[in-house]
């Protein structure tokens, strides 16, 4: 059995089926934000179904199905539960599914780079050539743990050059760390989100009604503006 999954990119109204390898396939999952081949180029997109397809089968497709890229890390962007409702506003508002979605969940947030500077060897023979490379290395000897190059630019005004001199004298070493923040669906949640609301009898009413609507599929008037 091989699994497919569809998946839509925005903004493009079709889904399109690639297969999953076998060592992907319990990672990938609905909801899921995937890097996909598409044509020459590699595009981002959002799986909205999976199944199980037997080779045979899948032998006997009159297109190429392509694999996802080994390389594509996914990253949960919504629950499976969700595409019910954002089949419903698609269907409501005339959109195309992966148009909702798009607009729907938050874009990646790019990854950021942290330079943090640390000292390799307090060396006695090492003879600055300025007061701002001695003032430095003094202030990185002294810290207990690696120091924010922000910080040491901050504190000293000109301090790139010198930072860069010190590194040549393989006295300190600058390390990059990246960050990047993802949509996390599963973390803990906050306690402010826990707070019990007391509805009235009518806000009761009407929020059933909304439930009800967004259920059925069915269109419904909840507001009248003059």
Excluded at 22 to 31: L, T
Excluded at 59 to 80: G, M, V, W
Excluded at 135 to 155: H, T, W
Excluded at 186 to 208: F, H, M, R, V
Aim: aromatic share 8%.
């Amino acid at each position: 059995m091989e699994k497919h999954v569809n998946v839509v990119i925005p903004p493009l109204k079709q889904a399109f089926t690639y297969s999953v390898s076998e060592k992907q396939s319990s990672e990938i999952k609905v909801g899921d934000r995937v890097e996909v081949p598409f044509g020459r180029r590699r595009a981002s997109g959002f799986v909205i179904s999976q199944s199980l397809v037997s080779n045979s089968d899948s032998a006997k497709t009159s297109y190429e199905i392509k694999q996802l890229d080994a390389e594509s890390n996914a990253h949960s962007c919504f629950r499976p539960s969700d595409l019910h409702f954002y089949n419903w506003i698609a269907d409501y508002y005339g959109a195309s599914l992966a148009d909702v979605i798009d607009v729907a969940v938050p874009h990646s947030v790019p990854k950021k780079t942290l330079k943090f500077v640390h000292v390799i060897k307090k060396s006695a023979d090492f003879n600055p050539r300025s007061k701002l490379q001695k003032n430095i290395f003094e202030f990185i000897s002294n810290s207990e743990s690696n120091v924010d190059y922000r910080r040491i630019l901050g504190q000293f005004p000109g301090a790139s050059s010198a930072l860069k001199k010190l590194k040549q004298e393989g006295l300190i070493d600058i390390l990059e760390e990246e960050q990047s923040l993802e949509v996390n669906l599963t973390g803990t949640i906050p306690d402010w989100t826990k707070k019990t609301i007391s509805l009235n009898e009518d806000q009761t009413a009407a929020t059933k009604r909304i439930d009800e609507s967004v259920l059925s599929s069915k269109s419904d008037i909840f507001l009248y503006t003059a």
